[in-house]
């Protein structure tokens, strides 16, 4: 009985909740409990009457997180004290203060409703529970009616208590649960919010009406407990408790009414929400397209959906309002999938904020950031923001773990990507499990590109949305010789002749410009920006350096005291060392952007181009995909990618880079082609869009391969026919026709069997008419570890090696073991550097190098150009010198001189690194599945760290801040920001004014990050010393 009146009042608000306990108990009871709270589970604690917390599980599941450390001492007392929750209380006959009182709050509260409503602010008030707004109102009126309604019949219940809790669980059924849900929801406290003036703010948004009905039910409530016989006599100090009473309850009066008329509709979510949107994003109303797609019936209905819209058309707000829906209202995970590393730091960095006034988790899984499973956390929803590959093993994991269907939404941004060689078959088969699996997880997906939304409709059974919208208008144009072509696929010749370019060029600068480059951008430039996209790294570089040569002195005045502290600041990130290239063109306000340069330049150089810094970027096609950089005119150098010809999703990610929203009126591609070219860019421009196909059988196979062997490890098929079901849920089943040409799906699904069997990777059971098929240690240890079927055996043999004699003493070893095979023919070795690294190795070094199969004399002959008819592997030879350019990197923590050892450029030796570290978490998991590879455990853990913070011990704990890189990370610790808990607990303005170069949004972005990974790591931490503490249920007794 006392269990269900907690239960109740729980129910009707957190605060309400906590503070009517802490008056309540008596001290010695508190004092008691409160040191059990300290160190015992709640949800585990059996109430003194020999009962558990009721419906403790729930509560746990909803709330504890949510508050801080000693809210959660409150409640874990409270839920654990129960008999005299009530004792010390005394009626309040007789004293009409008590009412009085009431009355006057009432009024006071009626008059703040009133300033509340004339206030043009936003009410910014938290409203969990409200899936659909619309329907909010009138089930909260209906609720209310049916509270008013309430007969008060259970004579076991002390008056006040009954009426109370009836009223309470009342209310907060029908509040928390419009749907039917009959979880449990705690109510929030009603949010403050900072005030311009820097005050805080309750927040409002409150319906008198309703408010009264409350007051009602508080004031029959008291009345009803008045009448109640009480056997307790009336002292000053109970009276005294009582009053405290009245207030307390006030305050969660003012708390249940507040959350419940925040009336105001945002799509089903709190209002506070767009307050957010508009604070963080700038974003103060969402477009058309906008509106209506996050209003469609199958969004309202959770049917999976694909939207596909233009570059820059706002898809990402769409996808993030439907998270934080799922995160809110329905109480559900969400996992965002993006496709790469930056991206992810990008949106956990913009997330992160939205999560701390949201009280949800935000959790980076990129890099070697991530824990499989996740850290089940009880008392809040996680949103897992993570690539391609990391979404793939986290939802593994979740699938072997049995908590799957709690990630209540899939989000794939660039949703093309399915058709992207073995990236896109790690998203088939992601999104395939799910599918089979979790059958009320909703599946969205988005891109700009997509060819073939009906294939993948089929395969996601998913709703359709499509519209062109662009915020800004784009005109498309081709130069041929010296003329401008306006692009119109209506037209019969497909471009419509607009203008001749206007250029004066003398005959040395036509021979060195055929192609009037400097004549295009000037045009543009410096006071509006422009892209110039070209084939190659090189011709990046030469083409920036090239304009730099024409353009007059006036371009060095335009913001030159920006473009210093940007050359200073690109010098710091390079440790003292500044790119020769970039120290030329920054004072023009260029500069290019392509993977050689580190991540730090290229954010650097992202951030100088957004702020109007740097006019003119020359780059490669990477700079399209998914970073927001839009310029007023995009320049396309030729049809060309390296040496392919552009596919029409290339070319239409590029030109949509085009128009600045609020910027410009429209924005305008130009592409430049030659004679030779025409026939095929009329194609380019006019054609649909390439389909996207399945790439389960890309590269022989190696996809389904490897998603037959992962469903039947993670025993979601085990015989043939079940594997036979769920291939026919994939992409590749749905365009079985386009893509098995040779043989039917069903015939390639057997010879997969087959060859695994082959492998020794899944074997079949031996029992008579059985067929169960099982995976062997070494196919374990292949899917766990996300290991390439191609290498899965190398691997072990390499290991199993490794361990007859592993050197120690350095890191060689260790690094060579580890380092990617698929890195191998990305570099040459260059023999002559081979040959002096080689000999600066220690004796023992040496041993090991000759031991894998690479001595000292190979390497000294094909330094001296000699020819070797020995017989030794050469991806063995290769992959000791990317060891050794790790190797090098580790001593020395400095890209800029590694680079120049090994005539690399510091770029490539980053993603070396990285790749490295990604693939030593997966030979960890690996090795982590075979016994016999028990001593690498510890070796490869602290490897993995080494290799994903290739800096200074000291700076790693800030560089575990998404986006917080080597050069910010020193400025910080130089500041005095020596850890996580400095980062977590700064104030931005101080940081603005202490660190240099760092904005005001950056430094808010810095600090929500860092105390989102610290309350995630304290969260962690806590769950293990709950899991630890945790009373077993089952504990024998006499
Ligand atoms: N309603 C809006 N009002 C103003 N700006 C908006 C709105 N919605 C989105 N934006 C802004 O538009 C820009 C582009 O949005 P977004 O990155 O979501 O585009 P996208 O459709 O995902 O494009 P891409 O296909 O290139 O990834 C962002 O800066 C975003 O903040
Ligand atoms: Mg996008």
Redesign the pocket.
Known sequence: MAGMLRLGVRQSGLTMSAEIKVKRVSSRKRSRDGLRSHLTPIRKIPSSSGQQCPDSSTAEMEHPRAMDQSMHAKFSEYCSDTEDLFGDYDSIVGDSSFLAKLDREEQNMRRHDIDHATSNRCPVVLQHENPDFTSLKSSTDKCLKKSRDYSMTDSNLEGSQLAFQQDALQTAEWICCPDGDKTSKPMRRPESVSTEDGNERHNAGVVPKARKSMSDHLKRAMLVNAAAPSSVSRTAVQKEAVVTEISVAMQAMESVSMETMDLEPFFGLPTKVKALICNL???????EW?KNCLNLDSVQQRKNLIYS?????????VAEILILKELLCRKRDALFILPYISLVQEKVRGLASFGLELDFMVEEYAGNKGRFPPVKRRGKRSLYIATIEKAHSLVNSLIEANRLDNVGLVVV??LHMLGDGSRGAIIEMTLAKVLYISKSTQIIG???TLGNVQDLQRFLSADNYTNDFR?VELKEYVKLKDSIYEVDPKEEECFRFSRLLNFKYSSAMQKIDQDHIVALVTEVIPSQSCLVFCPTKKNCENVAGMICKYLKQDFIQHKQAEKAVLLGDLRSSGNGSLCPVLKKMVPYGLAYHHSGLTSEERKLVEEAYSAGVLCLLTCTSTLAA?I?L?ARRVILRSPYMAVDFLKRSQYK?MV??AGR??IDTHGESILILQDKDKVMVKKLVSAPIEICKSNLMHDNGKGILSLILSIIGLNITNSLEQVRDFMDGTLLSVQEKQVCLERSLWEVTQECVELLKVKGLITVSTEPHDGTLHVTKLGRATYKGSVDLTYCDVLYRDLSKGLESLMLDSFLHLVYLVTPYDMVSQCKPDWMIYFRQFTMLSAAEQKMCAAVGVSESFVARKAAGQNMKKNVDPVVVSRLYLALVLLSALKETDLWSVADRFLLSRGFIQTLLSSSSAFCSCVLHFTEELEEFWPFNALLTELTRRLTYCVKAELIPLMEVAGVMEGRAKQLYNAGYKTLAHLANADPNVLVKTVENLFKKQANQIVASAKMLLNEKADALQEEVDDLLMMPLDLPSL
């Open positions: 994003k700038g974003i103060k109303d969402l477009y906008q819209l233009p570059t820059s058309g706002g898809k990402t707000l941004d660039e988005m891109s700009a915020p998914g927001n839009p990610q949509g880079r929203a609020g």
